[in-house]
Structure formats: structure tokens, C-alpha cells
T-cell receptor, first 110, second 118 residues
Framework: QKEVEQNSGPLSVPEGAIASLNCTYSDRGSQSFFWYRQYSGKSPELIMSIYSNGDKEDGRFTAQLNKASQYVSLLIRDSQPSDSATYLCAVIYTGNQFYFGTGTSLTVIP | KAGVTQTPRYLIKTRGQQVTLSCSPISGHRSVSWYQQTPGQGLQFLFEYFSETQRNKGNFPGRFSGRQFSNSRSEMNVSTLELGDSALYLC?????????????????FGPGTRLTVT
């Protein structure tokens, strides 16, 4: 069974804080991992992709991958109210088929 | 570069009818995937097309079908609509074929088609 697990939240953080979003996956052979942001009523928007163990930074966003622990996370530094959204973790297991977690709802409190 | 487009954006149908949704991928993208999103089930994978061939298929009944044309545009069809088919249908495109020897997998979503079945 190919699974992608995320805490559904809601996760609330004050403005300016670091938001930490976590995701675990079931297939040790997975090589490709993605984070999407989805605002209410909108379609998912790609934030980050990560393929290698370690950290990948893009502006205020950092993705962290640990294949041995089958764990991928997203850190949002200096969180802003505009970051309030649902964050989806996605994993490719085979071919080009994406498996999505159910998402974590983030609220940034001004 | 234009993004993924989907038409129509909204549809209202009655039970038993059929519906066809259309997706135009980002120029140069050869892979198109379709997803159903509902509040209770999240994003569920329907199928993926690459170079006019269905490459992957999710766990949906045969009432859900799709196809891809030579210009990579894709359509999905749902026959004999049921109330439970009410959802946001999302299309995503990807290069998925490599670029100078590097395989690029990132998927980019269209705005979706909101289908309501009454």
C-alpha cells in the first residue's frame, strides 16, 4: 500500500514564526518529493521539489528530506498571513504517478 | 509561457448524464494527469496520459475514461453521473520525459473544473 501521511492540523503559528509541516511515506524506493500549497477554492500550486537527502532552500521555504527515515518536511520561515493555506505533500512511487497526502491546514495569526 | 487551462470551469449536470472535461497542458509538456478532489477524500488520482497512451490508472470505475490527442491536449469523460461524482476535477501537466538527460517530474495544475451533479 503506497501511502503519504500528513497531520491534518489545523496548525496555527503567529506571524513571523517558523511553521513546520511534516510528511511520511511508505515506500523506501521513492525518489521524488514535492510540496504544494492550496488556497481555499483554488488549485494546488507547486512550492518545492526535492530529490536528494538534506535541505533545499527557496526564499522563506526549506524542504528537508531524510530517505532513511522516509520523512520529508517543509519549513516556512517568517510566516505571513498570506501563507495560510493547506499544504500538500506528494511522492512519486513508480513511473510518473503522484501520491498526495490529505494536506495540513496552516493558519498564520497576525 | 501560458499555464495549464481547463474548460469549462463550472458544470452542473443531473444524475445519469455524461460529461466531458478538457485540459490543455503547458506548451511542451507531454504528460497529463487527472485528479478528483473532494473535501472528504482529498486528491485522488484518476489516470495519466503520456504521448497519447494511458500510462497509469487510479482506482476509479470504468465510468471514468480519458484520452490524449497528438497535441497533448486531454479530455476526460464521466458517463452515467452519480451524485458522488460532484467534485473539483484537476488536470496537471508535466514534462515527465527528460530535458537534456535530466528527468523532470514537477506537475503543474490547472484551475480545475467544478462539477456539481444534482
Amino acid at each position: 500500500q503506497k501511502e503519504v501521511e500528513q497531520n491534518s492540523g489545523p496548525l496555527s503559528v503567529p506571524e513571523g514564526a517558523i511553521a513546520s509541516l511534516n510528511c511520511t511515506y511508505s515506500d523506501r524506493g521513492s525518489q521524488s518529493f514535492f510540496w504544494y500549497r492550496q488556497y481555499s477554492g483554488k488549485s494546488p500550486e507547486l512550492i518545492m521539489s526535492i530529490y536528494s537527502n538534506g535541505d533545499k532552500e527557496d526564499g522563506r521555504f526549506t524542504a528537508q528530506l531524510n530517505k532513511a527515515s522516509q520523512y520529508v518536511s517543509l519549513l516556512i520561515r517568517d510566516s505571513q498571513p498570506s501563507d495560510s493555506a493547506t499544504y500538500l505533500c506528494a511522492v512519486i512511487y513508480t513511473g510518473n504517478q503522484f501520491y498526495f497526502g490529505t494536506g495540513t491546514s496552516l493558519t498564520v495569526i497576525p | 509561457k501560458a499555464g495549464v487551462t481547463q474548460t469549462p470551469r463550472y458544470l452542473i449536470k443531473t444524475r445519469g448524464q455524461q460529461v466531458t472535461l478538457s485540459c490543455s497542458p503547458i506548451s511542451g509538456h507531454r504528460s497529463v494527469s487527472w485528479y478528483q478532489q473532494t473535501p472528504g477524500q482529498g486528491l485522488q488520482f484518476l489516470f495519466e496520459y503520456f504521448s497519447e497512451t494511458q500510462r497509469n490508472k487510479g482506482n476509479f470505475p470504468g465510468r471514468f475514461s480519458g484520452r490524449q490527442f497528438s497535441n497533448s491536449r486531454s479530455e476526460m469523460n464521466v458517463s452515467t453521473l452519480e451524485l458522488g461524482d460532484s467534485a473539483l476535477y484537476l488536470c496537471a501537466s508535466s514534462l515527465a520525459g527528460g530535458l537534456a538527460g535530466v528527468t523532470v517530474y514537477e506537475q503543474y495544475f490547472g484551475p480545475g473544473t467544478r462539477l456539481t451533479v444534482t
